[in-house]
């Protein structure tokens, strides 16, 4: 049966739920399988209503985070952007910083999209970039300051865009709909990662599932509430301990 437990403080608001574990016969690590629910995902907004100490909730902006988290939880990451934003990003983003990619809508009245990177050609940008960046200097104070200035810019005039368009419940739900009708397309990394451990023992992993996305959204949904509001997993909590 699966166990919930709760915490809840002034700066965070932890849920711990249960993993199952399937062993076989043999000296392989065993399989745990999340037992993480689009039922779990609403017992955390339920809880979240009920017991976070702030009620003036943006309620909008936070399933608009949890969509966004979702789609980024994909192993073949997809991104969510206000049209109006995605059309003027170049005043707002470094040339070098725009991927890219293509882009397509949920429903053509949709006033969001979804912009699916080209992963090679990024890979290849990346890997070009890395042999110049290596000869350049390292950049000043000055010019560190004036990188986060303008992501601090872009991040108020991205979440500014999102209020406008008013990003809802039923957007969300259409945005976890498409997701699971789509896992099988977006649940394998379009390119190996070649900073993953050789050691690893591949067959021990869990496989990418619609559960991963319901935990990101979760997480999504908190993050809009504060940064260090998190759900956690029971056995990555225990492990942590």
């Known amino acids: 049966m ?10 965070c608001l932890t849920f711990l739920f249960s993993t199952v574990a ?9 399989v745990r399988t999340t037992n993480f629910t689009y039922k779990d995902f609403e017992s955390v907004v339920q809880a979240v209503d009920k017991h976070y100490i702030d009620k003036n909730i943006d309620v909008d902006r936070a399933y608009t985070d949890a969509a966004v988290f979702a789609m980024l939880s994909l192993p073949h990451s997809l991104y969510l952007y206000p049209e109006s934003y ?16 293509s882009t397509f809508k949920l429903s053509e009245s949709d006033q969001f999209l979804v912009f699916d990177p080209n992963y090679k050609k990024i890979d290849e940008i990346r890997k070009a970039r890395a042999k110049n960046e290596a000869a350049k200097p390292k950049l000043s104070n000055d010019e560190l300051k004036k ?30 709909t498409f997701i699971t009708e789509n ?6 990394q ?37 940064p260090h509001s998190n759900v956690f997993l029971r056995e990555a909590w225990e492990k942590s301990m």
Request: charged content about 40%; aromatic content about 12%.
């Open 86 to 101: 995605f059309k003027e990003r170049e005043q707002y983003e470094e040339k070098e910083d725009i991927l890219p990619g």
């Open 183 to 188: 896992l099988n397309k977006y649940k394998t």
């Open 2 to 11: 699966k166990r919930t437990s709760l915490f809840v403080t002034t700066i």
């Open 190 to 226: 379009p390119l190996k990662d070649t900073y993953e451990s050789m050691d690893e023992d591949e067959e021990a992993k869990e496989e990418f599932s619609v559960k991963d996305v319901y935990l990101a959204a979760a997480n999504g949904y908190l993050n809009s509430l504060d």
């Open 147 to 176: 990188i986060i200035e303008r992501e601090q810019i872009k991040k108020s005039i991205l979440a500014s865009r999102w209020e406008q368009i008013k990003f809802s419940k039923k957007d969300f739900d259409r945005v976890i």
């Open 22 to 30: 399937y062993c076989e016969p043999t000296t392989k690590k065993p």
